[in-house]
T-cell receptor
Framework: EAQVTQNPRYLITVTGKKLTVTCSQNMNHEYMSWYRQDPGLGLRQIYYSMNVEVTDKGDVPEGYKVSRKEKRNFPLILESPSPNQTSLYFC????????????FGPGTRLTVL | DAKTTQPTSMDCAEGRAANLPCNHSTISGNEYVYWYRQIHSQGPQYIIHGLKNNETNEMASLIITEDRKSSTLILPHATLRDTAVYYCIVRGLTGANSKLTFGKGITLSVRP
């Protein structure tokens, strides 16, 4: 089954403790991206990647890092999480960035205390 | 900033058609209209997209006005499972314009 998976689905952590949220897709898509969703602010793009070893900042990249060493994986790294990063995070992928459909993962709900 | 405006919410009766409007008066000639929906904090789900012709698939129909300044998503026979936030998005083909920019969407409530 074609899908985007994220792990963990739920995470409660404390300020400053490094964490990684994994994202994997099995559709051989070149394009992958991360979004965060907050009440009243909608979905905002954090980072995106056009292909292996090619990443770029989205609208709200501060406090996040990403890597794209393999086509299928696009982890989101929070080196020193802070409470304002408490949010619902979505990973997405598509074949091409322009007109192709983006497929979204199920979401990761992160709480930073 | 989102390039579209949608009502905040609407409702319809189960089994009836749901017509969701969207205004995109500043759309340019090479920009597409996309619709996604999000059911209760799940990942957004693609519904349909179009450039200038009307489009139909197994989920919905998209009617785009001739001047392309507005469109309507039609769910022909709404069910309770169609209750969701529906996002109308204008998207270009290349560069920064090709990014999916989600606005606040319209909350559709389907009542029994």
């Amino acid at each position: 089954e074609a899908q985007v998976t994220q792990n963990p689905r739920y995470l409660i952590t404390v300020t400053g403790k490094k964490l990684t949220v994994t994202c994997s897709q099995n559709m051989n898509h070149e394009y992958m991206s991360w979004y965060r969703q907050d009440p009243g602010l909608g979905l905002r793009q954090i980072y995106y990647s056009m292909n292996v070893e090619v990443t770029d900042k989205g609208d709200v990249p501060e406090g996040y890092k990403v890597s794209r060493k393999e086509k299928r994986n696009f982890p989101l790294i929070l080196e020193s999480p802070s409470p304002n990063q408490t949010s619902l995070y979505f990973c997405a992928s598509s074949k091409l960035p322009s007109t192709d459909t983006q497929y979204f993962g199920p979401g990761t709900r992160l709480t930073v205390l | 900033d989102a390039k579209t405006t949608q009502p905040t919410s609407m409702d319809c009766a189960e089994g009836r058609a749901a017509n969701l409007p969207c205004n995109h008066s500043t759309i340019s000639g090479n920009e597409y209209v996309y619709w996604y929906r999000q059911i209760h904090s799940q990942g957004p789900q693609y519904i349909i997209h179009g450039l200038k012709n009307n489009e139909t698939n197994e989920m919905a129909s998209l009617i785009i006005t001739e001047d392309r300044k507005s469109s309507t998503l039609i769910l022909p026979h709404a069910t309770l499972r169609d209750t969701a936030v529906y996002y109308c998005i204008v998207r270009g083909l290349t560069g920064a314009n090709s990014k999916l920019t989600f606005g606040k969407g319209i909350t559709l409530s389907v009542r029994p």
